[in-house]
């Protein structure tokens, strides 16, 4: 259906970046918010699955000085029941899910509210050209998927409040995050001396996690309580018990609710602790318990399979170095006589009685000017398609007839070529994104932490 398409559309567009308290090991498995859980597959925007209209509300959550209700609670467990079972999902025990959703929408709320303190804002215009976006990608205009969303229970205005959000998280967690992390060039050596070195036994592995979460500043009592929990599940896991199950009841992580299901990743990008004792397992395998900084982890391997990396391609670009002169057109000097003008400084550097700088300090129009009309090293897609093509076409030393750009009207000089494999480069960046997602993920799991940690959280429980 047309509104399956958006609800996934629209996933991807708002970048839920900064709702997990895991991301070094959940990216793409973060939880979404109350309006993006509302579709089932196949199923279009669909209502919660009990409406919360009629039923008294109270207080469930305070975080700082805001609260979450129960209606709220109710609502988004809901939503995430019905979409489970779309899915034909085991469903974990309801006491399990509702803790699982109470502490996304903790992390959410918390996170939402240091954005406001730090200022950060979306105006409406760029929310209008954010939500016209998500309309545009599904081929519809923004009042036909507003009338489809209320055809189907859910509000618009609730849909730009939620949109907005999103955005104002991705915003603060660039300002926190992604703006701090910096790539060495000596960390980009190391990496690719590294992968060379792998290239043979390349893998990507299926796997899915527990995670047994511990506070900021815990006690030792804590922490041994925590392990002791972890300790717990590995004991039932060795007896026979079902990953998705232990990772449902038991599981801190935002996928916990997908049986732990992270997906296939490629080990290099996972933090080292993880990765290494995962190359020691079989399919069907799960690591020791493993200590890090937020928790106790179990991780199963499900699966791995070879790589398939493809020869490095090589990218070889011509670039050229050119000059030129720029005069454009104007009332009191119209196309004719610019061409005119041109042609006579033309004639001037043919016959050598002034030289291509001299005329182009002189009469150029636009920064190249002052520097002789130097234009520097040019690569294709650096220029307009008419001045590309009409320098193309000259050989190194060569001088064009006049040519005509949306700029203006030009001379052209081309002073000499080269070819340039910029492969390298190209490898080079691949490893800086590689070595800057996998600290982006480390960084934005402390970040994630630290805001929750720092938040004045109170339960209600019922009266």
């Not at 519809?140 to 189907?152: A, D, G, I, L, Y």
Request: glycine share 6%.
């Amino acid at each position: 259906m047309r509104t399956t398409r958006l609800h996934h559309l629209k996933l991807a567009a708002t970048l839920l970046c900064a709702l997990t308290a895991n991301a070094a090991l959940a990216q793409g498995a973060k939880p979404a918010p109350a309006a993006a859980q509302t579709t089932a597959p196949g199923s279009g925007f669909l209502p919660p699955a009990s409406s919360s209209a009629n039923v008294i509300d109270s207080i469930r959550v305070v975080v700082n000085d805001e609260v979450i209700t129960r209606n709220e609670v109710r609502d988004r467990v809901g939503q995430i029941v019905q979409r489970l079972r779309s899915q034909n999902a085991q469903l974990p025990p309801q006491a399990d899910l509702e803790r699982q959703v109470i502490e996304a929408m903790v992390v959410e709320r918390a996170q939402l509210q240091l954005a406001k303190e730090m200022g950060v804002r979306v105006d409406d215009r760029t929310l209008d050209a954010a939500i016209g976006r998500i309309a545009e990608g599904q081929k519809m205009t923004v009042q036909q998927m507003r009338n489809q969303m209320e055809k189907e229970g859910l509000t618009f205005a609730a849909f730009r409040e939620e949109i907005r959000g999103e955005i104002m998280l991705q915003r603060l967690r660039e300002h926190e995050v992604d703006s701090k992390i910096q790539v060495s060039d000596a960390e980009v050596d190391t990496y690719l001396a590294a992968e060379k070195a792998a290239a043979a036994d390349r893998v990507e592995m299926d796997i899915a996690q527990i995670l047994v979460g511990i506070p900021a500043n815990a006690t030792p009592e804590q922490i041994a309580a925590r392990r002791a929990r972890a300790d717990e599940v590995m004991r039932q896991l060795r007896t026979g018990a079902d990953f998705a199950k232990m990772a449902a009841t038991y599981s801190d992580a935002p996928d916990a609710l997908k049986g732990g299901a992270i997906g296939w990743r490629d080990p290099d990008r996972l933090p080292e602790l993880i990765s290494e004792p995962l190359r020691k397992l079989s399919p069907g395998q799960v690591t020791p318990v493993i200590k890090s900084n937020t928790g106790f982890h179990i991780i199963k391997l499900i699966d791995k399979r070879n790589q398939q990396t493809a020869p490095e391609q090589a990218a070889v670009v011509q670039q050229t170095r050119a000059r030129h002169i720029l005069i454009k057109a104007t009332p009191a000097m119209p196309a004719a006589q610019v061409k005119a003008k041109l042609a006579e400084l033309r004639a001037k550097i043919v016959n050598k009685s002034a030289t291509f700088e001299d005329l182009a300090r002189q009469n150029g129009q636009d920064g190249s000017a002052a520097k002789g009309g130097d234009l520097g090293w040019l690569q294709p897609g650096d220029v307009v398609p008419e001045f590309e093509t009409a320098m193309n076409a000259l050989k190194p030393g060569e001088l064009s007839d006049v040519v005509e750009t949306p700029f203006g009207f030009h001379l052209i000089e081309v002073l000499e070529r080269k070819s340039e494999d910029q492969g390298k480069e190209r490898e080079r960046l691949r490893a800086r994104q590689v070595i800057r997602e996998r600290k982006l993920g480390e960084a934005a799991e402390d970040w994630a932490r630290e805001v929750r940690d720092r938040a004045y959280v109170e339960y209600r429980e019922e009266a």
